[in-house]
Nanobody, 122 residues
């Protein structure tokens, strides 16, 4: 089992920045691909970013490319999502996930956090 706990969400004005953190406990963190997903009210969950376990390769949704950066610190068992140039459409609950492969499909992840709310005001 892997337990994931997100933090760092909040209210920010458009154009601002936030950094989300996801602390993992349980099995060896460095063995897992990690990802961030988000879900806005009335919308389906969508992929945001992922990072591979093996070489740290990063993958992004087109909607966040160039604005968001995913990173991981295996010594701290933590994955981060740096979000810059935030837009009101980024408002959502953000979830981190752990799995064997870095994929954009949520079904590819075995473990999920409880989520953290990000609200971007215009």
């Amino acid at each position: 089992q892997v337990q994931l706990v997100e933090s760092g969400g909040g209210l920010v004005q458009a154009g601002g920045s936030l950094r989300l953190s996801c602390a993992a406990s349980g099995r060896t963190f460095s063995n897992y691909a990690m990802a961030w997903f988000r879900q806005a009210p009335g919308r389906e969950r969508e992929f945001v970013a992922a990072i591979r376990a093996s070489d740290g390769s990063e993958y992004y949704a087109d909607s966040v490319k160039g604005r968001f950066t995913i990173s991981r610190d295996n010594a701290k068992n933590t994955v981060y999502l740096q979000m810059n140039s935030l837009k009101p459409e980024d408002t959502a609950i953000y979830y981190c996930a752990a799995g064997k492969w870095a994929t954009k499909w949520g079904t590819g992840y075995d473990y999920w956090g409880q989520g953290t709310q990000v609200t971007v005001s215009s």
